[in-house]
């Protein structure tokens, strides 16, 4: 499995976590530490490991979850859980899945298409571009109470354009829930009647509608198609590196898996052997409760 560019960040900040929590921090500057944990510090240099810029508003939370993660692990350990197996499972996992990654990134190069490939693979792959549904954009409002829903809705009534709704992108009707209907028939331009939805009241102004069977142009589906373009070509070439170090592996006589059928055959033979095993051991259980039941009835 390939793993995203979100999921190997998560995955990275869960390292470093680790390794705060078991090595401790080697930077002691008091001018800059921004947080303390017991006997675990954080200071700046320790939240700059991205190459990712990172927004001034984005700061506090990454202290907060630091501080949050920190008040639980040492909870933990308190519990000695961190000397269980599964921890030791999970850290195995995570370096694996890390150290796959890094080979992938150092051995695989995945393209950015140029324009000819894109717009080849976009007249190749029509049919995932066209809708499968009838489509809505438009403005929603929303309320908690049917009162100010109903006062919303009389005001924008009045307004040629939309005033305080929130815009929505191309959504299948079929997840408008109670407004599927009418926005199925409703006139372009046309605000719905307030209804309420889970804990919301809300109304809907239709901006365009889009039947199913229509072909999305280019330039809509433009970041989509280049995600799915790289993704495809990095399968391929991960396919090719797997079956190149498969080869290699047999040829070294270093390789060795089960055909299905030998699979399937070992599994049940297996599963029986647990059943025996089973019965085996109930029937003993049974035999032993019979004795003592015995015992017990000739004592008396």
């Keep these: 499995m390939i793993i995203n560019y979100k999921n190997r960040l998560e995955l990275i900040f869960i390292l470093v976590i680790f390794l705060w929590t078991t090595l401790g921090c080697s930077n002691n500057d008091p001018q800059t530490l921004i947080a303390k944990v017991g006997k675990k510090e954080l200071h700046l240099n320790d939240l700059m490991y991205s190459n990712e810029p990172i927004q001034d508003e984005e700061w506090m939370g990454m202290v907060n979850r630091w501080t949050d993660k920190q008040?639980?692990?040492?909870?933990?350990?308190?519990?000695?859980?961190?000397?269980?197996?599964?921890?030791?499972?999970?850290?195995?996992?995570?370096?694996?899945?890390?150290?796959?990654?890094?080979?992938?990134?150092?051995?695989?190069?995945?393209?950015?298409p140029s324009e000819d490939k894109i717009k080849q693979y976009y007249e190749t792959n029509k049919d995932l571009w066209t809708t499968k549904t009838t489509e809505v954009r438009g403005w929603v409002w929303r309320a908690q109470d049917q009162s100010t829903i109903q006062?919303?809705?009389?005001?924008?009534?009045?307004?040629?354009?939309?005033?305080?709704?929130?815009?929505?992108?191309?959504?299948?009707?079929?997840?408008?829930?109670?407004?599927?209907?009418?926005?199925?028939?409703?006139?372009?331009?046309?605000?719905?009647?307030?209804?309420?939805?889970?804990?919301?009241?809300?109304?809907?102004?239709?901006?365009?509608?889009?039947?199913?069977?229509?072909?999305?142009?280019?330039?809509?589906?433009?970041?989509e198609l280049i995600a799915m373009y790289q993704s495809e070509q990095m399968e391929r070439k991960r396919d090719s590196l797997i079956h190149q170090l498969k080869q290699e592996a047999i040829k070294k006589k270093k390789f060795f898996q089960l055909s299905e059928n030998e699979l399937i055959t070992r599994k049940k033979d297996y599963e029986m052997k647990l059943k025996y095993e089973s019965e085996k051991q109930k029937k003993k259980a049974e035999k032993s409760d019979i004795l003592k039941d015995t015992i017990i009835e000739n004592a008396k």
Excluded: C
Aim: hydrophobic content about 40%; cysteine-free.
């Design 71 to 112: 008040l639980l692990i040492q909870k933990a350990q308190q519990m000695d859980l961190h000397k269980t197996e599964i921890i030791k499972k999970k850290l195995m996992q995570l370096e694996n899945e890390l150290l796959i990654q890094l080979l992938i990134d150092s051995l695989i190069q995945v393209e950015f």
């Design 151 to 223: 006062s919303l809705w009389r005001q924008t009534r009045t307004l040629l354009a939309p005033a305080g709704g929130e815009p929505f992108d191309w959504t299948p009707i079929e997840r408008l829930g109670p407004f599927k209907e009418e926005l199925a028939r409703v006139s372009i331009g046309i605000i719905t009647q307030p209804k309420k939805w889970g804990n919301e009241w809300l109304f809907i102004q239709l901006d365009n509608r889009r039947n199913a069977g229509y072909l999305k142009p280019l330039p809509e589906v433009r970041q």
